[in-house]
């Protein structure tokens, strides 16, 4: 059986409908490759320390959100830069909620 996967213009997308929906301000960080980019997304709590989460494949072969980095803005800056110096078509989006939600979840596959 094969699947399809989302290109990575359309899952942003998405996700920035559901942010949207939640009243959850972001920006773009930086845009990448439309079709196969991978993503990093920036999350600001306002506690002081900022997360830094990535899309992996499990074990079972579901792509799923987790966190990548914790750790001052700095870090997390410097994490994003190293990352954009390897691969230019990556995404970068960078969230702000003094909650810290981020509904990564909500885009898991099951």
Request: zero cysteines; glycine letters at 6%.
């Amino acid at each position: 059986m094969k699947f399809f996967r989302v290109t990575t213009e359309l899952w942003v997308s998405a996700y920035r409908m559901k942010l949207e929906k939640e009243g959850i301000p972001f920006y773009f960080y930086k845009k990448g490759d439309f079709s196969a980019g991978a993503i990093l997304i920036k999350v600001h709590s306002f506690e002081g320390e900022v997360e830094l989460f990535h899309r992996i494949i499990d074990l079972n072969g579901k792509q799923k959100w987790e966190l990548l980095l914790i750790g001052s803005e700095q870090k997390i800056d410097n994490a994003i830069k190293r990352q954009s110096d390897m691969d230019p078509d990556i995404w970068v989006l960078a969230i702000d909620d003094p909650r810290g939600k981020n509904y990564l979840n909500d885009f898991d596959e099951l």
